[in-house]
């Protein structure tokens, strides 16, 4: 893909799992930033530990927007390991891509996997700590916008399979996570 369309310079990259690959508008979405979709089904953050230099490094992105984490805990690596994981990939962005900042979007609530909620809280509190200590670093709470009235996962917000997000689900996360990145880089 990189050969037949060159990405382009000075985007701010997406990475991560299938809700990343499969946001289609999210060139459109994410404007006036220049982005780059390097999302990849089924990811873990192993995965993208793994593939680093590949689907990160090459890019010399100045920010990256990181989901992953929800196919770790539904694989029962817990959120401790799952956490230790994203530790990896924010070590190899500083060692490698030194002053670039990381936005992770957390664990989205889900009809599919509500059985793995606390778990998946515990996840994204950890995040939101690790946010707090490095101005680099930047937790996107989606959690509570995703959810109803009454503090379930919004089914009008997903396709069928309950697990992935529709064009409603990713209105919801381009205005907090586009907000998020204009805060950022002061536009």
Not at 57 to 85: H, R, S, W
């Amino acid at each position: 893909q990189d050969i037949t369309n060159p990405p382009p310079q000075d985007s701010i990259l997406f990475t991560g799992s299938s809700s990343i690959r499969f946001w289609e508008s999210l060139e459109e979405d994410m404007k006036p930033f220049v982005t780059l979709n390097r999302g990849f089904g089924g990811a873990h953050i192993a995965h993208v530990n793994y593939h680093f230099e590949d689907v990160v490094k090459n890019y010399n992105p100045k920010g990256i927007v990181f989901f992953c984490g929800t196919n770790d805990i539904a694989a029962l690596k817990g959120p401790e390991e799952t956490i230790n994981d994203l530790k990896k990939f924010l070590n190899q962005v500083k060692l490698n891509l030194p002053g670039v900042p990381v936005f992770i979007i957390g664990i989205k609530p889900t009809m599919a996997r509500e059985y793995l909620r606390d778990e998946e809280i515990e996840y994204n509190e950890a995040v939101s700590d690790i946010s707090k200590e490095d101005s680099l670093i930047t937790y996107i709470n989606i959690w509570d916008a995703m959810l109803t009235e009454n503090g379930q996962p919004n089914s009008d917000l997903f396709v069928e399979d309950n697990l992935h997000i529709n064009a409603k689900g990713y209105e919801i996360w381009t205005k907090i996570v586009r907000n998020e990145l204009i805060n950022y880089f002061d536009l």
